[in-house]
């Protein structure tokens, strides 16, 4: 499967975004999702991850209560809605397929999109 995120861009704190992750060449619902960022000089940080059925979620401390993640399989995309959102979160945002359900771990997610950068400013 392919992914392609988008809906990165520069926001103040406070400020909201909606990152999305189409995919194409097989059916997302086959797979459990998740997205994950990575900061300049730090390794890459699980954010969230949905069931295959979108039924189940799961966030990182961090973001819990500001951050949604919720996928379309009829769209074959997933969203991660990011709202109150602060300097620390600055990153470049990934989202993954994993076979798993839920997983938060990177080398449990087999395919990877390009990334979309998302900064935000103080």
């Known amino acids: 499967v392919q992914l392609q995120a988008s809906g990165g861009g520069l926001v103040q704190a406070g400020g909201s975004l909606r990152l999305s992750c189409a995919a194409s060449g097989r059916t997302l619902s086959n797979y459990g999702m998740g997205w994950f960022r990575q900061a300049p000089g730090k390794e890459r940080e699980f954010v969230a991850a949905i069931s295959r059925s979108g039924g189940s979620t799961y966030y990182v401390d961090s973001v819990k209560g500001r951050f949604t993640i919720s996928r379309d399989n009829a769209k074959n995309t997933v969203y991660l809605q990011m709202n109150s959102l602060k300097p620390e979160d600055t990153a470049v945002y990934y989202c993954?397929?994993?076979?798993?359900?839920?997983?938060?771990?990177?080398?449990?997610?087999?395919?990877w999109g390009q990334g979309t950068q998302v900064t935000v400013s103080s």
């Open positions: 993954a397929a994993s076979g798993m359900a839920q997983a938060t771990t990177p080398s449990l997610y087999g395919y």
